[in-house]
């Protein structure tokens, strides 16, 4: 199939997608559902980010709530001191994180295996800490309020912060990352990092330079869960340590884990399904968290490419199911 073609058909899905969560947005009238969906689908970009580096490097992270929590900070810091605009905030704590992802990338993916993950781990941690004490920047354990303006790009903000609209915010959001995603990893850029996954030894003795493709993933991951963490920021107006903590790294994980990491759609279906479980079995049972503990074994055993990958296989199975040809019917019938 040709780039060409691969890129129109990723444009066509993205403006359905589109479309969809318009009609969403439109019909759907209880406040209470559309902040839950609100919430979902901000996790689903923040799935969405991990799951890249799990797809494309084939590197678990325990540590990517620091990406998630550092843009509020960024954001919050820059408009309480009134250093810049709202605008010039939002664009400085974006690009600003994927500049810090890009860096720390040439260290962290040079570690393999479990290793990578506990260095991760403590990365995240360490920012977790500073954030808990650093009193008179943060806030502390107490966090730290984000003083949005009257006004945002023009646009009044008691029109952005209603709940439709910041559903489809984040969906739009969620939707234009998984096409980006999608054309780069369709791109001999997405081939060539699957390959040094795959085999980094072979990749390198075939002349492919594997140490810069790795980071640019890594930073990539990095920058997809840093917008997860500004549309948060926005949604709450405020921020605090408890969004750094290795607790929340370990919930996009499991997400991933039940969405399946192996088409980009299935981190964000497992974040969806994760806060519709959750808000479910939370009504009838105090202890949900083993409930969908036990979910996620059952998951892991019956279906280990994730949810996504079951249905892929099953509607792969029902277009491959022969069909009789007229020839077949008459040989048939002679036959009888």
Excluded: C
Excluded at 45 to 61: E, H, K, P
Excluded at 131 to 136: K, P, Q, T
Excluded at 207 to 214: D, E
């Amino acid at each position: 199939m040709s780039r060409e073609l691969t890129n129109g058909r990723i444009a066509g899905g993205v403006a359905v997608a589109l479309a969809a969560g318009a009609v969403v947005a439109l019909t759907v009238t209880s406040e209470t559902v559309l902040s839950l969906l609100t919430q979902a689908t901000i996790f689903a970009i923040f799935a969405l980010g991990v799951g890249i580096l799990l797809r494309q490097n084939g590197m678990v992270s325990f540590g990517h709530a620091a990406f998630y929590g550092l843009g509020g900070y960024v954001v919050a810091i820059l408009l309480q001191r009134q250093l810049m605009s709202a605008e010039m905030a939002l664009v400085t704590a974006f690009f600003g994180i994927a500049l810090f992802a890009f860096l720390i990338g040439f260290v962290v993916v040079r570690v393999p295996g479990i290793a990578f993950g506990m260095l991760t781990l403590a990365l995240g941690q360490m920012f977790y800490q500073v954030a808990s004490r650093s009193r008179n920047l943060t806030g502390g354990a107490d966090g730290i309020n984000i003083p949005w303006p009257d006004t945002l790009f023009g646009l009044d903000i008691s029109l952005l912060t209603r709940q439709d609209a910041m559903f489809y915010f984040a969906w739009s959001g969620l939707v234009l990352s998984i096409g980006i995603v999608a054309a780069l990893m369709a791109s001999r850029f997405g081939a060539t990092t699957e390959a040094i996954r795959d085999n980094e030894e072979r990749a390198r003795f075939i002349g492919i330079q594997t140490l810069l493709p790795r980071v640019l993933i890594f930073t990539l991951s990095g920058t997809v869960t840093a917008l997860a963490g500004l549309m948060s920021a926005f949604q709450t107006a405020f921020v605090s340590p408890e969004s750094m903590h290795w607790s929340v790294s370990g919930t996009a994980l499991m997400m991933v884990i039940i969405g399946g990491y192996r088409y980009l759609w299935g981190p964000a279906l497992g974040a969806i399904v994760f806060f519709m479980s959750r808000d479910l079995v939370g009504d009838f049972a105090q202890h949900w968290l083993a409930i969908f503990g036990v979910a996620l074994i059952v998951v892991i055993v019956f279906a280990p490419q994730g949810i996504s990958g079951a249905l892929a296989r099953l509607f792969r199975r029902k277009a491959v199911v022969p069909q009789a040809t007229p020839a077949v019917i008459h040989k048939l019938k002679e036959r009888t």
